[in-house]
């Protein structure tokens, strides 16, 4: 009888013998407290987040939607209100629209336009890359990072897949996600306001004043065309077959990439009414973008890196710094505006990118088509990157 009865003792009082008696109990309970009502309460985050985007677009805040709900989602993160990730079918749903957004303007004509910077483009993306390896390996010579969590951590663009091949890189992986989540986080929350201030500067200057926003965007006017149940259709046969596209072809980010791939198609054909989300709809997709990236930043998540976040936040401020002075140099050669340099070669976060760039009125199709084509490039070559620098290396442990 004793053997059998001293698992229960130890419920009510641990005991040094039993090593597996408290396992149960935990792991029983854990999942109830966080997941209490998932679609209830995802309903009620989401409505927030667009209440919160509304209050801040009523103040002027840039990017207001995205910059508010992610600010939600983290604030709700760190107290332990929520601890779930955003549901998948709401980041893949987000995930494909923000990908058939980016299609739309990438037009022929804007695609001209483009092709004069083709090769100062290249060299700033070659740049880019190379300063973010450079950081990385001066990151893990301190030997409590090891050199491939520190590359595909500090690389910019492509933080999903980049997470994804964390593993079969013998990289950390719970490193390498905080790592690149919060260089989003930071590029989001940074981007909007320094795109402001660059626009707000430039028209005080002299220079074109920013653009308004889509005229008669009503509140049933979720699309860009006028015929809105058709352009919604094209919306959602474009988000479905470009996502399914993507995965067959196996492109990096395949729900966002593909749609983009499908809808680039669809702009160039014109055969196609106008199906870009505007108004309500956009708004709603630069929230769940908003609260993706905010709800990654716990409690459990800082506590876990807190010994190494100075060390990750200088190397990220760097990195940053860097690629605004790659964006001066790009717009001195290109003659572009500096705004527009410097979105197109934020470190990452392509998504609220995507969303400031369209805020603060700037030439998306050439910001989406340098972060695009980086993106590309990053998820192609870090690999054979981080294989290079880790030959002869074993990887270190995350140390808390």
């Not at 698992?7 to 396992?23: C, E, G, L, N, V």
């Not at 492509?158 to 593993?167: F, L």
């Not at 197109?344 to 998306?364: F, M, Q």
Request: glycine share 10%.
């Amino acid at each position: 009888m004793a053997p059998t009865s001293a698992p229960w003792r130890t419920d009510d009082r641990p005991s040094p013998t039993a090593s597996t008696a408290p396992k149960p109990a935990p792991r029983t309970t854990e999942p109830r407290v966080s997941r209490p009502a998932p679609t209830g309460l995802w309903a009620l985050i989401i409505a927030g987040g667009y209440a919160a985007g509304l209050a801040a677009d009523a103040i002027g805040l840039p990017a207001p939607y995205l910059l508010s709900s992610l600010l939600v989602g983290a604030v709700l993160a760190l107290c332990g209100g929520i601890r779930d990730r955003l549901p998948a079918p709401a980041n893949r749903a987000s995930q494909a629209l923000v990908g058939a957004l980016m299609g739309s303007y990438l037009t022929p004509s804007a695609l001209v336009s483009a092709a004069p910077v083709a090769l100062p483009l290249t060299v700033v993306t070659a740049a880019t890359i190379a300063l973010s390896v450079a950081i990385a390996w001066f990151l893990a010579r301190g030997g409590r990072i090891s050199r491939p969590s520190a590359v595909l951590g500090m690389v910019p663009g492509g933080s999903a897949a980049i997470v994804t091949c964390a593993d079969e890189l013998n990289a950390d992986v719970r490193l390498v996600a905080f790592t690149q989540y919060l260089r989003v986080g930071l590029v989001a929350t940074t981007a909007p306001l320094a795109a402001h201030w660059m626009t707000s500067a430039s028209s005080a200057a002299g220079g074109h004043p920013a653009a308004g926003g889509a005229a008669g965007s009503g509140l049933l006017h979720l699309v860009a065309g006028s015929d809105q149940l058709t352009g919604l259709v094209t919306l959602a046969a474009i988000a479905l077959v470009g996502s399914w596209a993507g995965r067959r072809l196996r492109v990096p980010t395949p729900v966002l990439i593909g749609p983009m791939l499908v809808a680039l198609v669809a702009t160039f054909s014109g055969a196609l009414p106008g199906f870009a989300p505007v108004g309500v709809l956009q708004n709603v997709v630069f929230v769940l973008v908003g609260l993706d990236v905010g709800v990654r930043f716990t409690r459990q998540t800082l506590l876990s890196v807190r010994r190494l976040l100075p060390p990750i936040l200088a190397c990220m401020a760097v990195v940053c710094l860097g690629c605004a002075g790659l964006a001066w140099v790009f717009a001195g050669v290109t003659s572009i505006p500096f705004t527009d340099a410097y979105l197109a070669t934020t470190p990452g976060g392509i998504n609220a990118v995507l969303a400031t760039a369209v805020s603060s009125h700037a030439n998306v199709a050439l910001v989406s088509t340098v972060q695009s084509l980086r993106l590309l490039v990053v998820v192609l070559v870090t690999p054979l990157i981080t294989r290079r620098l880790a030959a002869g290396r074993r990887p270190a442990p995350l140390t808390a």
